[in-house]
């Protein structure tokens, strides 16, 4: 199977499931060289999610020499370190990953004037985990309301990663959960569009609860190699 073929399993899977919203695929693309990229790419797909700071810029430099005519949205989808955050806002597109006000503070300030608002998610921690990064429900409309007004950023909704030790029916608790708060937080007058969450084992599911956007990785590229880092 190479990854032309995954990609349109993937996508026959993601129309198969979405409903009368459309739903937007990241494909997630972190340990993986240029040249899986660029397979991905020409086969259609545009949107690219990274975790890893230096390795995303990396691949942005890459791409904006070696094919200066793609048209690539990159996500940066990872934990990010305030002494980080200069490097993200000058070179992705979306940061899918706030978790506190300092780094929308830090990634507002450092966006290049001459760059479009860079499009941000809250990351909300839905299962309320130790080692994991995220808003807590209960804090999550307090941040809305200070990231909302930054300038250089453009608040777009909300983003989760659920306990990878949930079984379906607490993954799509949760998923319900995020729903709500996506929904709660439009109805206190925030334009969102974007409700990212679901990933290569549960991205039907996510996209039944009300996904707009999937994260999938594996599912596209193969098992992936940490060797290396």
């Known amino acids: 199977m190479t990854i032309a073929d995954n990609l349109n ?9 979405q409903k009368d919203t459309p739903v937007k695929l990241v494909a997630v693309s972190k340990t993986f060289p240029e040249e899986a990229i660029w397979e991905a790419y020409q086969a259609g797909q545009r949107i690219f999610g ?14 904006r020499d070696a094919q200066p005519q793609a048209e690539f949205e990159w996500h940066f989808i990872g934990p990010l370190q305030s002494n980080k955050s200069r490097l993200v806002a000058e070179h992705f597109d979306w940061v899918q990953s706030i ?22 998610l809250i990351e909300v921690n839905i299962d309320d985990e130790e080692t994991k990064s995220g808003v807590a429900p209960d804090d999550l ?3 809305v309301k200070e990231v909302a007004v930054l300038p250089n950023l453009k608040l777009r909704g909300l ?71």
């Open 141 to 143: 409309l307090a941040i």
């Open 159 to 229: 983003m989760c990663i659920p306990s990878a030790q949930a079984d379906e029916a607490q993954s799509r608790a949760a998923f319900a959960q995020m729903k709500s708060l996506f929904e709660f937080c439009r109805k206190e007058g925030f334009d969102f569009d974007t409700l990212s969450m679901g990933m290569s084992a549960d991205f039907a599911l996510a996209i039944d609860q009300g996904a707009t956007m999937v994260r999938v990785g594996s599912a596209i590229f193969g098992a992936r190699d940490y060797s290396n880092r």
């Open 9 to 17: 399993i993937v996508r026959q899977a993601v129309d198969v499931a």
């Open 50 to 63: 990274e975790n890893y700071v230096q390795e995303g810029v990396r691949k942005i430099q890459y791409f």
């Open 99 to 120: 978790d506190r006000l300092k780094i929308a503070r830090r990634l507002s300030e450092q966006r290049p004037s001459s760059m479009p608002a860079l499009n941000v």
